[in-house]
């Protein structure tokens, strides 16, 4: 059930950090990658706030880590671009985009430099390194 700008309950635990009514919800039917009127979802909320055990719990439960909203902001940019660098992490190893961009052409990269949130870009360099390092012993 949404309200008339598409918030559910989902989202709105997910944004405030309510990880146990999240995993209760979606054990309860909860659409997880519902998408409001303006394209947020409950992971992308979550992230932007930095709720790390919500993200995990979402990421766990199949939330698209590569949903975009109406600007095309991901999961990955709005934890970028809020500082938040364990979510970051979280969602690089769930496999989220990297490549993709904003409306304006930026990447979550770009948004954490521009931002000045070095441990973020300090998580993208780790991650690359991990990617490549796996792709040498494959």
Do not use: Y
Request: hydrophobic share 40%; with cysteine.
């Amino acid at each position: 059930m949404q309200d008339s700008k598409g918030v559910t309950a989902l989202t709105l635990a997910a944004q405030e950090g309510h990880a146990r009514v999240v995993d209760l919800l979606i054990r309860h039917g909860a659409e997880i990658n519902l998408q409001s009127s303006n394209g947020s979802s409950a992971l992308m909320l979550a992230a932007q706030e930095g709720h790390e055990r919500a993200v995990e719990l979402l990421l766990q439960r199949g939330a698209d880590a590569n949903l975009q909203e109406s600007d095309c902001w991901t999961a990955l940019m709005f934890a970028a671009a809020q500082g938040h660098p364990a979510t970051v992490r979280l969602l690089l190893r769930a496999g989220a985009d990297t490549k993709l961009r904003s409306e304006h052409g930026k990447s979550a990269l770009q948004m954490a430099k521009e931002q000045g949130h070095s441990e973020c870009v300090e998580a993208f360099r780790q991650h690359v390194a991990e990617v490549t390092a796996s792709q040498r012993e494959a």
